[in-house]
């Protein structure tokens, strides 16, 4: 029964390029409230929000280059969200009840260079969420609940430079999650569940300068590993 946003609210503002949209406590917003202000390059949408948004909520913002969802109340966001936004770069989503993402969710969005979705309740996310993004240089999920990291999870990102998996609740990374990625320098893991690194890891990652596991329940090290 959450109060809906009136869905000509921004009408009249079609030149505005920056938006930060505080939602209210249960808010609903219509899926055509940004019908008019297409020249959006940034969006924040932040506070308490609705439990998830429509799915089109975000279409015809081909300009958009910047998103940040900060919702506490958060549970869903649908396969499609994202469709459509060629041009964004740098996606933020943290402090939500989310628990996982379709696997489609940023198939419409390759231009994206940051994500950044830490301070969330994932608890896993599946195996090839990220693949295609071509562009991705940076890429946090740190405190979170992840159990698992899957083969070729962060495989095939020619540009990632760094991954932030730390504070999560982690026991085991496949050997080859970074297949493909060979430009990564910067591989956190600290404050997981981690007893082993896996035989092989990293053998390929010749750009490779940090890998960060203080926190963990190390015992030994495969020999085959970094």
């Known amino acids: 029964h959450g109060r809906a946003v009136p869905s000509g609210l921004f009408d009249p503002l079609t030149s505005l390029k920056t938006l930060y949209h505080a939602l209210g406590e249960e808010s609903a917003l219509p899926e055509q409230i940004f019908e008019k202000v297409k020249g959006l390059t940034s969006l924040t949408l932040a506070t308490s929000c609705p439990n998830t948004f429509p799915e089109f909520l975000l279409t015809g913002l081909s300009h958009l280059q910047k998103l940040d969802l900060q919702c506490r109340n958060l549970q869903t966001l649908p396969a499609g969200f994202l469709s459509g936004l060629g041009s964004l770069t740098d996606f933020t989503l943290r402090h939500s009840q989310l628990r996982t993402l379709p696997e489609e969710f940023f198939r419409g969005a390759t231009s994206l ?3 950044l979705m830490n301070q969330n309740q994932f608890s896993s ?27 070729r999870f962060l495989a095939d990102m020619p540009n990632l430079r760094s991954v932030e998996i ?23 893991m600290q404050n997981n569940e981690l007893t082993t690194v896996p035989d092989g890891f990293g053998q390929n990652a010749s750009s490779l300068r940090g890998i960060y596991l203080e926190g963990n329940k190390i015992v030994e090290f495969s020999t085959g590993a970094a």
């Open 166 to 188: 730390d504070h999560n609740k982690t026991v085991a990374f496949a050997h080859d999650i970074l297949a493909g990625s060979n430009q990564v320098f910067s591989f956190r």
């Open 125 to 151: 996310l599946p195996d090839r969420i990220f693949s295609g993004l071509q562009s991705l240089v940076v890429i946090n999920l740190s405190f979170n609940k992840i159990l698992i990291l899957p083969s």
């Open 113 to 115: 260079r940051s994500i």
